[in-house]
């Protein structure tokens, strides 16, 4: 088992770490629109921020060796369902391969964020 970890996706915000890597498959920790360099909660809109958590998403696929293209299964979570076809339009342009996935609302997110991400690649 290996941890992963990168200073271009934001730091852990508690007790775990950003991915865990074993026997060749990688599962993330969800990712928000935090900006690694600044540390803050990024963009007004659902686009905005689903764009801010694939970079972060990207960066720490990155660091294990991985891409997108690896992407088996993601898990995704909105604070408002209203937000769907926006999320999914912005979510479109990263996750070509079409993974499997699953997509909830839930009542809160960390840091009041619109939108948080996280999956599984090979």
């Known amino acids: 088992m290996q941890t992963i970890h ?9 007790p775990y ?8 498959v990688l599962f993330t920790s969800g990712q928000i629109a935090v900006d690694p ?8 809109s ?6 801010q958590v694939a970079r972060n998403l990207q960066a720490v696929l990155a660091a294990a060796g991985l891409d997108f293209s690896h992407v088996v299964k993601t ?5 408002h369902m209203g937000d769907f076809a926006e999320f999914n339009a ?4 990263w996750f070509t391969s079409l993974p499997a ?10 840091r009041d964020a619109l939108v948080e991400i996280e999956l599984i690649a090979r």
């Open 6 to 14: 990168t200073d271009a996706a934001p730091a852990a915000i508690g």
């Open 17 to 24: 770490s950003q991915a865990m890597m074993i026997d060749g």
């Open 37 to 44: 360099a600044s540390g803050n909660l990024v963009g007004e």
């Open 46 to 51: 659902v686009t905005e921020q689903t764009r």
């Open 75 to 79: 898990t995704c979570f909105l604070r």
């Open 90 to 93: 912005e979510y479109e342009k």
């Open 101 to 110: 996935r699953s997509c909830v609302a839930v009542r809160e997110l960390p």
